[in-house]
């Protein structure tokens, strides 16, 4: 009787060790995998400041030098007599670069002014439609140019939903150039939009450019993240399109969801929430501005 209590004690007690042994061993293990995490996370951030550092410059400077080097010729009119249409020429790329820089200084300023939760949208009833229509026929010209079809499939008459049109707009805007810009000549561009059954309403875009790993997507959702971030990438950009878009769609209470295969294409959807949700989405919008 006795001996059994015994027994029963020490293998009670021997459990109790190996339990808190392997108890210990978890802990550890989990202090390692975190480490890990956090060395990988702090590698990606550092890495992406620094690419965000070059290519920023190589951004700012492009459009810079174009205007000195322009508007030097100019003013250099009366010495050397330039030809009416080199004028209007030298002008236009004066002024396509000035454009293109206010674009970079308004997405770094539209980022910084959402990482610090200051980000009010101005909310109404929209129409997908409209703004698709308006957004698609901007792209016509540089959809041509590329080499690359444009097509669409809008849903017939898609209810109104609450929204901030230049915010939905910009969104559209950012996919649309994405696609066109990642997609090589002879590619499709497709957007559509369409109802969910919860009254939500989405806007799909596809390509069948050179798409993105998992890991990749995860560089673009990362503000100033360029999954190319070299110099010699193909395409220019600051890489803050993508996470102002998701802030943006976010900030209306929706989702931006991205969906890609290397070298098959990209699928990005927003899905932005119908009249019922409001109320929801605007209790979110004040917690979400913090969160990028
Ligand atoms: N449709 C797409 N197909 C392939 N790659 C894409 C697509 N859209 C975005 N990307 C990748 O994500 C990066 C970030 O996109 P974005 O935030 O819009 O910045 P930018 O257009 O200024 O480079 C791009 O540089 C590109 O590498
Ligand atoms: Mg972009």
């Known amino acids: 009787m006795l001996t059994d209590a015994l027994e029963a004690s020490k ?14 061993a978890i802990l550890r293990q989990r202090a ?16 992406v400041k620094s690419e965000f550092i070059a290519n920023m410059s190589h951004e700012l400077r492009t459009p810079l030098n174009t205007i000195i080097g322009f508007s030097k010729l100019l003013s250099e009119h009366q010495h050397r007599r ?18 293109h820089l206010l674009s970079i200084i308004n997405d770094i300023l539209d980022i910084s002014k959402i990482q610090s939760g200051k980000y009010a949208l101005d909310r109404q009833e929209l129409s997908i439609e409209e703004v698709l229509r308006a957004t698609l ?8 140019e590329a ?15 609450p929204g901030d049109a230049v915010k939905i707009r910009q969104v559209i805007s950012n996919l649309i150039s994405n696609a ?9 561009v497709t957007v559509e939009a369409f109802r969910l059954a919860d009254g939500s309403v989405a806007v799909r875009v596809r390509d069948t450019g050179i798409g993105m790993s998992e890991d990749e997507i995860r560089i673009a959702l990362t503000p100033f993240g360029q999954v190319d971030g070299t110099r010699s990438r193909w395409r220019e950009g600051t890489g803050l399109g993508l996470p102002i878009a998701k802030a943006l769609v976010e900030l209306h209470g929706g989702r931006l969801d991205i969906r890609s295969v290397k070298n098959e294409g990209t699928e990005v959807t927003i899905t932005l929430p119908g009249n019922h949700h409001l109320a929801m989405a605007e209790a979110r919008e004040t ?5 990028l």
């Open 147 to 161: 080499g690359v079809q444009l097509e669409y499939a809008i849903e017939p008459s898609l209810q109104l939903i």
């Open 137 to 144: 026929s901007g792209f016509r010209l540089a959809a041509e």
């Open 287 to 291: 917690a979400l501005g913090t969160r």
């Open 82 to 99: 330039l030809k009416d249409e080199n004028i209007v020429e030298y002008a236009n790329l004066i002024q396509d670069a000035a454009s």
């Open 32 to 47: 390692l995998i975190a480490e890990r995490a956090a060395r990988v996370e702090a590698e990606l951030a550092n890495k």
């Open 11 to 24: 293998s009670n007690s021997l459990i109790s060790q190996y339990s808190e042994m392997l108890g210990k």
């Open 180 to 188: 066109i810009k990642f997609t090589h000549e002879g590619g499709k």
